[in-house]
């Protein structure tokens, strides 16, 4: 009988997995239009009491994306006064939508890498995921990593669809 020899694991292909910048904790949309006279009409008297009196402990260690889901057009003041009584306790605050937050976490995440590690070196970036990895982390990093690598592909070792190649 012949040896099965894997040759994946026997070639120098790096797999790089955006997973491992995924940032463990919980994430929560706050709708602002809760705080709003009939969702739509920013009172700032009120506005300011309600946000005074909101329990801001549920957010501890949070990642929160703000959002307002009505068409109330809210000044961004107002989105700076809610991120005021989150900055003590929330992790981090946006915002947008939670593919915002996910964006920015990873933008964060992906602007700290250092890439020498991948100089010169064949690179795949993997394209299955269980935790949510924003379309834009795969530009970002296809990005950082083309400065610096031989070869870039997407994908899986079985299956990849090659991206850059350095002259």
Do not use: H
Not at 10 to 18: A, D, E, M, P, V
Not at 65 to 76: K, M
Not at 106 to 131: A, F, H, M, P, R
């Amino acid at each position: 009988m012949e040896e099965i020899i894997n040759r994946v694991a026997n070639s120098k292909l790096i797999t790089f997995n955006l997973e491992d910048l995924y940032l463990p904790g919980k994430r929560e949309v706050i709708d602002i239009s809760q705080w709003l006279t009939e969702g739509f009409i920013l009172r700032e008297k009120d506005f300011r009491k309600s946000l005074k009196n909101y329990d801001w402990s549920v957010y501890k260690d949070t990642f929160v994306a703000l959002s307002c889901s009505t068409d109330a057009i809210v000044p961004a003041w107002a989105f700076m006064l809610v991120s005021t009584y989150l900055q003590p306790v929330a992790k981090k605050v946006v915002v947008g939508t939670l593919t915002d937050l996910e964006t920015i976490l990873y933008t964060e995440e992906i602007q700290k890498l250092d890439v020498s590690d991948y100089d010169d070196q064949y690179v795949i970036i993997k394209g299955c995921s269980n935790k949510p990895v924003p379309q834009n982390a795969y530009i970002l990093l296809t990005q950082k990593l083309q400065a610096t690598v031989k070869n870039l592909m997407f994908g899986e070792a079985c299956s990849s669809v090659p991206l850059y190649k350095s002259k």
